[in-house]
């Protein structure tokens, strides 16, 4: 990954709707320049009303898009998940600014600090190769997608309905700024193209809907819309530094819509009455001393049937281990050791992981815990039973998948640029390190062929 100050806007970009267009590193920067430089002398950066219309602007910049073939482009004509691959593009290149935002990771809770979009990953956008079956997947405008339930006039409503928009058709929106309360009004409504809640179609009634809604099913509706609009690929990942865990992280940050309760109606910014909505009624995740139970029951039952036996079962309670992909481990397995010098022998180890049992049934109203640990501690087992036989072929198809995942998302042709420059780095520090032997070889090999030539 390049050093932010030496990125630049790519010549030449992809775009998920099949549309390929050219970008001016130049033009852009002198245009952002201009434009942030005024919102500056006019006080606070108010001159552009929020951040998502500021980036079309810097996109309609004169020389700033084009076409294929070199010939200018309205930005406002585009579709909003291409408009937003651009602004992705804008910020990663460090054409706008983006400060870095407070995250905790995930596995561990340490806090970080970090701008997502400056750890996008933009091969498969400058290569075209934008044909993965799910991170390249279209929105399906044709269907009605489920929500929870909310109130619409006198109905509960479960669906929801998304139509495609322009950039000029969801400006009401981009124009909003994005720290402030939204007033959900029915222009909003017609911007977020939410075009039926439930049969209800009628803009305004979907509005007060909206302004209403709890929290559960507002949150649901926003990521339906960043779904829709947000190509897949658009998210970072950053590592943490402490347990190694993979974090996703949304680019860019800034966008239009907020999955936290900063709704008002269009008429009063006053209290709002969410709809009755039954809870979801989820059993409690067991303690830790029930789950031990349970995993030390299943474990004695796969045993037998696997056959094994003297393999240490440790409940792990702390932070999980996590795989070289970064997801943290329901399980793992660690073959035992022969006896050291002092004597002492390990025995091999199935260790389960409490945490991430927990987070995953959070995460899962349907997760299986007993199932869960039985898949688990048999999968550990098998891996055991591969280490005993010399050869594990599942081990090997788990690092193939994991390197399968990162193909994916870097994309073909920036892993092989990758891989040739590690090649060369390589070969030059093998050099750098050797040089002095390779120059006494040539002196001898030089004083021979001289005293061969006497």
């Known amino acids: 990954m390049p050093n932010p100050a030496q990125r630049q806007l790519p010549a030449r970009v992809h775009l998920p709707s099949g549309l390929v267009v050219r970008l001016s590193d130049a033009a852009a920067r002198a245009h952002a320049a201009s434009?942030?430089?005024?919102?500056?002398?006019?006080?606070?950066?108010?001159a552009l009303p929020g951040r998502c219309a500021r980036d079309v602007q810097i996109l309609a910049g004169p020389s700033v898009l084009a076409d294929a073939r070199g010939a200018p482009l309205d930005p406002l004509g585009l579709s909003l998940p291409d408009a937003h691959v651009l602004r992705a593009l804008l910020a990663f290149a460090g054409v706008v600014?983006?400060?870095?935002?407070?995250?905790?990771?995930?596995?561990?809770?340490?806090?970080?600090?970090?701008?997502?979009?400056?750890?996008?990953?933009?091969?498969?956008?400058?290569?075209?190769?934008?044909?993965?079956?799910?991170?390249?997947?279209?929105?399906?405008?044709?269907?009605?997608?489920?929500?929870?339930?909310?109130?619409?006039?006198?109905?509960?409503?479960?669906?929801?309905?998304?139509?495609?928009?322009?950039?000029?058709?969801?400006?009401?929106?981009?124009?909003?700024?994005g720290d402030g309360v939204l007033r959900i009004t029915p222009a909003v409504v017609v911007a977020m193209g939410i075009v039926a809640l439930g049969n209800e179609r009628r803009a305004p009634v979907i509005a007060d809907?909206?302004?209403?809604?709890?929290?559960?099913?507002?949150?649901?509706?926003?990521?339906l819309c960043h779904e829709a609009r947000y190509p897949a690929r658009l998210f970072a990942v950053h590592r943490c530094r402490g347990c190694g865990a993979r974090n996703d992280l949304d680019v860019p940050l800034e966008r239009e819509l907020a999955r936290a309760d900063l709704r008002a109606s269009g008429e009063d910014e006053g209290d709002r009455a969410a709809p009755g909505a039954a809870g979801?009624?989820?059993?409690?995740?067991?303690?830790l001393d029930a789950f031990e139970a349970r995993v030390r029951a299943a474990a004695e039952r796969i045993y037998e049937e696997r056959g094994v036996r003297n393999i240490d079962l440790f409940i792990d309670a702390g932070v999980p281990a996590c795989d070289d992909g970064g997801e943290p481990l329901l399980g793992c397995y660690t073959p035992g050791t022969p006896a050291d010098e002092l004597g002492i022998a390990r025995a091999p180890e199935i260790r389960i992981f409490y945490r991430t049992f927990r987070s995953e049934a959070r995460e899962d109203p349907g997760f299986d815990v007993d199932a869960e640990i039985a898949e688990t501690i048999d999968h550990e087992v098998i891996h055991h039973l591969h280490h005993l036989a010399g050869s594990d072929p599942v081990d090997d198809e788990e690092h193939a998948q994991i390197e399968r995942e990162q193909l994916r998302r870097v994309g073909q042709a920036e892993a092989a640029r990758r891989a040739r420059r590690g090649a060369l780095s390589d070969l030059a520090g093998f050099l750098r390190v050797t040089w002095p032997a390779w120059l006494i070889a040539a002196v001898g090999t030089a004083l021979a062929w001289c005293e061969g030539g006497r």
């Not at 600014?97 to 701008?115: D, I, K, L, M, S």
């Open 97 to 177: 600014p983006e400060e870095p935002g407070a995250y905790t990771c995930e596995n561990c809770g340490a806090p970080f600090e970090v701008a997502p979009s400056s750890l996008l990953e933009i091969g498969p956008f400058t290569d075209g190769e934008l044909d993965d079956p799910e991170l390249d997947r279209p929105f399906d405008f044709g269907v009605p997608h489920p929500i929870p339930a909310l109130r619409v006039g006198r109905a509960v409503c479960r669906r929801a309905r998304l139509a495609e928009r322009t950039v000029e058709e969801a400006m009401p929106l981009l124009r909003l700024p």
């Open 209 to 223: 809907a909206l302004a209403a809604a709890p929290d559960e099913a507002w949150a649901a509706i926003v990521d």
């Open 35 to 46: 434009l942030l430089g005024a919102a500056a002398d006019r006080g606070a950066g108010r």
């Open 280 to 287: 979801s009624g989820a059993a409690a995740f067991p303690d």
